[in-house]
């Protein structure tokens, strides 16, 4: 393969990771609006994030089996094909249980295209140094379309319709559908069977337990349908766990849960990712509603966290060479953790600069310290034939965090919202404490990091140390 193709190539998977990250965020800054145009509260809001967001996560893995078996090539191109009808049906949804049901296959249909997009760099650029290069490229894009997301999402929701942001992946889907053929080789497909039952019951597992704290969070916590829903959500992830741990192929296997380290580094980030999502979903809700930013204002406004995150990426790998993963991550928690704090402070009153502008800088510092070291904990010494499970795990504990952690804080944020006259001053008081939970989920993931990575490393440590010394 030469040069050119191997350039087209991964300008192709880099499309395809761009339209997956841009869709995850292109709505945010245009919540607001959608819930106007389609009469949603703010807790049935969280549905067209949590509908995209569960599916992804939770049939990463099977999508990722799917490529192995069915060919990487052709499970990708129906990523692709799937994700832009489900983009356009989305577009024009004109109900919002016709979004969300789009937004769900859109989900699916992400779960199907990303593992196979990563697989297929993997196979395309086979030299270290040109790997490692296109990994670079890879993960550059995937940090930085989360907030070209923001402002895209705002800029079109001002200008022309949030349903603008959905029509975005139609002409790069069309473009990839057209180039696969010709750039991209079909791998090599292996016997084996998917494991439908296991990726079904923790899907219906993780969307069960988010609508039971919905619901609680709309009709109240007497409700019998939140109680089914939540011992739903209990029984199919214990039958997930059981099936998981009989299935000769199974998406997750339990043997990655042995290593402390990496169960450690799952759990923090899942507690992580249950405090720091659902923070980028009230806080375009605070600017809009109540400093009354408009869409792309509120979408530049978050620019101070996603710009000093990004930067701290730079400095990341003499950081981690100087003091290891998990100095580095504790001291990002810590700062993190400050940041949250310091932002769950604003209210009515507080203006954008500098009750927003300064914490939103601690936080994307803490946030820029925080991803790599998880990520690299996560895939400690994992056998090769368990690197693809490993992987989609942590991408699993990434979204199932998300989805959960939103579910649970929109929750805290209707009970304590429910005025019998609603307010500015108690929307602002609601998300407030909505953040102060999410400083809680974020100290509940450097507790698990202090109990379980902590140890483990000082473990790593003395046992390097003791085999020094001995050589």
Known sequence: MNEHSKRIILAMIVACQLMMVLDASVLVTALPEIGRTLQLSTAALTWVQNAYILTFGGFLLLGARAGDILGKRKTFSTGIALFSLASMLAG????SSLLLAARALQGLAAAMATPSALALLSVSFTGIRERSKAIAVYSAVSGAGGSVGLIIGGLLTDVISWRAGMFLNLPIGVALLLMVPRYMRETEMKAGNLDIMGAMTSVIGMTALAFGFVQAASVGWKAPEVWVSLALG????????WIEARAKEPITPLRLFASRTRSGAYLGRLLLLCGNYPIFFFVPQFLQNVLHFNSLEAGLAIMPFTAVQFGMMYTMPSLIGRFGNVKVLIAGMVIAIIGTCWLSLLSADSSFFPHLFFPLIVMGCGAGMIFQPFTTLGLSDVEAKDAG????????AHQTGASLGLAVLISVFEATNRQAVPSVTSFAHAISVSLVGSAVFLTASLLAVLILLLPADRAQ?????ETRNAS
């Open 461 to 465: 440590r003395t046992v390097v140390a």
């Open 389 to 396: 499970a490993a992987s989609g795990l942590v991408n699993v």
């Open 234 to 241: 209990g029984v199919s992830l214990v039958a997930f766990v």
């Open 92 to 95: 024009l949804a004109p109900s």
